[in-house]
């Protein structure tokens, strides 16, 4: 009995955890490229910044309207007389009608125009740089959730694994090769999993949420944590990376469209200190059969409060102009060093990964395995075989840490250098 129980042990430590780490091709039928499509079709978010478009494109073409003329029907006689129903006998009294419109100086309606066209443009760019970030957000919250699914998967294996040990310890203990405590150590070990199981489930509960919240769907809808997607090349050198982002980057754009704006506004500031101009055309008729006669008034502003009104909007202008330049420089700083970290971070999460997978992982399954053997003809302590476990355990859940850190990583990238890495 003690050797089967052994043997079934050293069976499972091999197969098993391949297992966990290579899904099931029939369950990956799935793909994350759905969920983000769904994302960019439900999300409120992404459906508030498109109706923004709306608002602002709206605006393009009111702004650059002329205002709308006036017209004046007016009668002016003594008081004795109802209006518009004058005697002949009425002196000087007259019917009049007239039409006012007002011209801005020329250029003004132009810029106003291209400052709406120019807000557009921004709120297009604000639509990319969201939808990126979302989708970015989606992606590194969905590998977050398939972390905690994964290692709740290889804590709940590893208890399995454990309880076989504590059997062992126990059959050991009954023929008298083994002390009681080795069988209380597993049962306490067994109670700690259970309590990483606890914990796991409850982010995974609460990362499946988050994901159906982006989704715009119930926080309880199931979702597959083996969704099929791809990772595509990677630039090898940073810098190439970094001059992508700077070349592609929705923030860098939206900081463009404000800067010029901002350039735009201070062109219109400057000719408000320019005259607008009116015109009037009056047609009047005095009583008692005279004939129509007509009129014409041209009027010119005259912008004599100037250094209180105008020159106070060109500095103003000026001022944001330059804070424009400013905040591009420091969108383009954090970009660099955010490319740059998250660079860092995908490489470093690589090597681990392949470090984990390659000798760490296989080391310390044969090193609990050999501990196992040992302790079942009593040439090794159990705390040994613990040691050995814990430590599978941990590095089990290190590899699928450094997969998604090195999936996040890459996910983080791409709002960044409007780019699709994860596809």
């Not at 008081?79 to 419109?101: C, D, G, L, Y």
């Not at 076989?164 to 049962?187: C, M, N, P």
């Not at 995974?204 to 926080?219: P, Y």
């Not at 009116?278 to 004599?304: A, H, K, L």
Request: glycine share 4%; with cysteine; charged share 20%.
């Amino acid at each position: 009995m003690k050797r089967f129980l052994v043997m079934c042990v050293l069976a499972s430590l091999f197969p098993t955890s391949m297992r966990a780490q290579q899904p099931d091709a029939k369950e990956a039928a799935p793909t994350l490229a759905a969920l983000v499509s769904e994302l960019v079709k439900n999300n409120p978010d992404l459906a508030v910044a498109r109706r923004e478009i709306d608002m602002r494109v709206a605006r393009i073409a009111p702004a650059g309207a002329p205002p709308d003329p006036t017209i004046t029907a007016g009668f002016m006689g003594g008081f004795t007389r109802p209006p518009f129903f004058p005697s002949s006998s009425t002196a000087e009294a007259f019917r009049q009608i007239s039409v006012a419109q007002q011209f801005p100086y020329p250029g003004k309606l132009a810029l106003r125009s291209q400052m709406a066209a120019t807000d557009a443009d921004a709120a297009r760019w604000t639509l990319a740089g969201t939808q990126l970030q979302l989708v970015a957000e989606l992606k590194a919250t969905y590998f977050d959730y398939q972390l905690a699914t994964r290692s709740l998967a290889i804590v709940k294996r590893n208890q399995a694994l454990l309880d076989q040990f504590r059997q062992v310890a126990e059959a050991r203990f009954s023929v008298g090769q083994a002390i009681q405590q080795d069988v209380l150590k597993a049962q306490l070990e067994i109670s700690s999993l259970l309590e990483r199981v606890t914990v796991l489930e409850r982010q995974r509960d609460t990362l499946r949420a988050r994901v159906n919240q982006l989704l715009n769907r119930a926080s309880d809808t199931p979702i597959s944590p083996e969704l099929a997607f791809t990772v595509g090349p990677v630039p090898a050198d940073v810098s190439a990376l970094r001059a992508e982002a700077q070349r592609q980057s929705p923030a860098l754009k939206y900081d463009a469209e404000q800067i010029t704006r901002s350039q735009q506004q201070l062109s219109l500031a400057r000719k408000e200190t320019r005259p607008d101009f009116g015109i009037n055309v009056t047609t009047r008729q005095p009583v008692g059969g005279m004939p129509w006669m007509y009129g014409v008034d041209i009027m010119v502003t005259v912008p004599i409060f100037w250094q209180r009104k105008q020159r106070p909007m060109v500095a103003e202008a000026a001022a944001g102009l330059d804070a424009g330049r400013r905040q591009r420089d420091s969108t383009l700083a954090r970009t660099d060093a955010d490319v740059t970290e998250l660079y860092l971070d995908a490489t470093s999460a690589r090597k681990l990964e392949d470090l984990y997978s390659g000798s760490i992982l296989p080391q310390a399954r044969l090193a609990l395995e050999s501990s196992l053997a040992s302790y079942q003809v009593g040439k090794a302590e159990f705390l040994t075989v613990l040691t050995n476990f814990t430590s599978v355990l941990s590095y089990e859940i290190g590899f699928e840490e450094q997969r998604t850190k090195y999936h996040t990583a890459l996910a983080r990238l791409e709002p960044l250098a409007a780019a699709e890495f994860i596809k």
